[in-house]
């Protein structure tokens, strides 16, 4: 009888064993789920997007590029490429460009809206600043209130080069960039909730 109460509880023990295995397993499982999303949890709320004002009726004119800081904490620092078309010094054809507009930081909680007739362009070598003529595709670089570096690029949110190399792909004059009138800035909405994407 001592034997079967032995192989009994041998066999309890082991079951035991194996389920408290499974429950840390997924319990680990979870905290490195939880702390990803809690590493992410910054760079989920930093967006973008494109948007036309409804009013002028020339496309680069009314251009509109929102950028925003859903959360409590600032952005050190980002940067904006945008591929452009600009005129040739011909006057009648046009390329494609990318030009970079650079700023320091972005404030927490924060909506800027930079306008297409604002922008413009400086070929290297020339003091000329240039009007752009259209607007193609947006990248989005910026780092982290943990000095993590993110890309974001069609609806894209990535780290590492991938996004922005292929953002570059085919075309290789890039130029820098300013704006030369107001950025308007304002309170983003829902600061600080969990983006629904």
């Known amino acids: 009888m001592a034997i079967i109460a032995a192989i009994g509880t041998l066999l309890f023990t082991g079951i035991a ?9 997924e319990q680990l499982k979870q905290s490195r789920e939880d702390a990803e999303v809690d590493r992410q949890s910054q760079a989920t709320r930093v967006s973008f997007w494109e948007q036309l004002d409804g009013v002028t009726s020339e496309s680069s004119d009314s251009y509109e ?11 050190p620092i980002y940067f904006v490429v945008i591929e452009m078309e600009v005129m040739l010094p011909d006057g009648a054809n046009s390329k494609s460009v990318l030009v970079q507009f650079e700023n320091r930081s972005l404030p927490p909680c ?12 400086q070929e290297p070598g020339s003091e000329k600043w240039v009007k752009m003529r259209g607007i193609g595709r947006v990248l989005m670089s910026f780092m982290d209130r943990n000095s993590e570096e993110w890309q974001r690029a069609e609806g894209k949110l990535s780290q590492g080069d991938k996004l922005s190399t292929a953002f570059m792909e085919g075309i290789t ?4 960039g300013r704006v030369t009138g107001p950025v308007l800035e304002k309170t983003a909405p829902a600061c ?6």
């Open 17 to 25: 064993t194996y389920y408290s295995a499974e429950v840390a397993q």
């Open 65 to 75: 590029l929102h950028i925003m800081n859903r959360s409590p904490d600032p952005i």
């Open 110 to 121: 924060t909506e800027l809206v930079m306008t297409g007739r604002h922008m413009q362009y």
């Open 173 to 176: 004059d890039g130029y820098p």
């Open 192 to 197: 600080g909730a969990q983006p629904e994407n």
